[in-house]
């Protein structure tokens, strides 16, 4: 099945940290740059960060940056998102995309709360 399921969401609270994962369908992620993508309640779905497809290129949002780290498992399949001291303004679902086929998973949710 061609897929992408994200995980690793929760409830954290402010400056904790979660990790992402998005496991994919080798065809959605081999050879094929991927992003992870946020949506808040209200507002429109955002980039947050791109890998190219060999992982030597990443590029962050500036919201996150110095905060987050995209990663990816060429063995496993799997795309990461690390993000550390993570605020309340972070809290959305959170999407992960497969660039070259346009193909989104379900989403996972994040929300920074005290």
């Known amino acids: 099945q061609v897929q992408l399921v994200e995980s690793g969401g929760g409830l954290v609270q402010p400056g904790g940290s979660l990790r992402l994962s998005c496991a994919a369908s080798a065809f959605l992620f081999r050879d094929t740059p991927m992003s992870w993508y946020r949506q808040a309640p209200g507002k429109e779905r955002e980039m947050v960060a791109w890998i190219s497809e060999d992982g030597a290129v990443a590029t962050l949002a500036d919201s996150v940056k110095g905060r987050a780290t995209i990663s990816r498992s060429e063995a496993t399949n799997i795309l990461y998102l690390q993000m550390n001291r993570l605020r309340p303004e972070d809290t959305a679902m959170y999407y992960c995309?497969?660039?070259?086929?346009?193909?989104w998973g379900q989403g996972t949710q994040v929300t920074v709360s005290s």
């Open positions: 995309y497969s660039n070259w086929f346009e193909v």
